[in-house]
T-cell receptor, first 112, second 111 residues
């Protein structure tokens, strides 16, 4: 089992729709969770972080965490073509380290 | 501009050569990293340094040697390059904790 798993996609959604990206992780001791966006040929860019169970909203983005199910998701409301990118889920697996374990990413395509 | 900057952006070299990638951050962060992203876009940590001290050394061939002259710089030297070393190498930094900010990447192609 991979430490952090994501569906590679592509996930295709029409402009204006809600895009839902999912991620599961294997280490129950994981402390913090991150979503990065990576445009083709560019570096990963941090867009959301979440530490506690529940939802965290930032603009059109909502991160959801369920530690019991070892599940993190990212919702993008009112999806735009400019949201088309690969979304990487990252998990900080252990207390007191700064290491991030990344999933392989989900490619999102938003079509007009 | 405040940033993590790495050079060169592209590096094409022959098998067996030795090459270096330089990284500098002016964000005042204590921790710096090297990550490798392979052709399938899988991003994996290689090393981390905190204030010039090696903290994380993943299972990386010892042909890869990081060097941190000060907390704002973390360079990566690679000896005897192999075809399988072709990848994008990202330098990154973070303040206390795992918030990680990435440089623009160095695309290494070994031919």
């Amino acid at each position: 089992q991979k430490e952090v798993e994501q569906n590679s996609g592509p996930l295709s959604v029409p402009e204006g729709a809600i895009a839902s990206l999912n991620c599961t992780y294997s280490d129950r001791g994981s402390q913090s969770f991150f979503w990065y966006r990576q445009y083709s040929g560019k570096s990963p860019e941090l867009i959301m972080s979440i530490y506690s169970n529940g939802d965290k909203e930032d603009g059109r983005f909502t991160a959801q965490l369920n530690k019991a199910s070892q599940y993190v998701s990212l919702l993008i409301r009112d999806s735009q073509p400019s949201d088309s990118a690969t979304y990487l889920c990252a998990v900080n697996p252990l207390r007191n380290t700064d290491k991030l374990i990344f999933g392989t990413g989900t490619r999102l395509q938003v079509f007009p | 501009d405040t940033a993590v900057s790495q050079t060169p952006k592209y590096l094409v070299t022959q098998m067996g050569n030795d090459k270096s990638i330089k990284c500098e951050q002016n964000l005042g962060h204590d921790t710096m990293y090297w990550y490798k992203q392979d052709s399938k876009k899988f991003l994996k940590i290689m090393f981390s340094y905190n204030n010039k001290e090696l903290i994380i050394n993943e299972t990386v061939p010892n042909r890869f040697s990081p060097k941190s002259p000060d907390k704002a710089h973390l360079n990566l030297h690679i000896n005897s390059l192999e075809l399988g070393d072709s990848a994008v190498y990202f330098c990154a930094s973070s303040p206390n904790g795992p918030f990680t900010f990435f440089g623009q990447g160095t695309r290494l192609t070994v031919v």
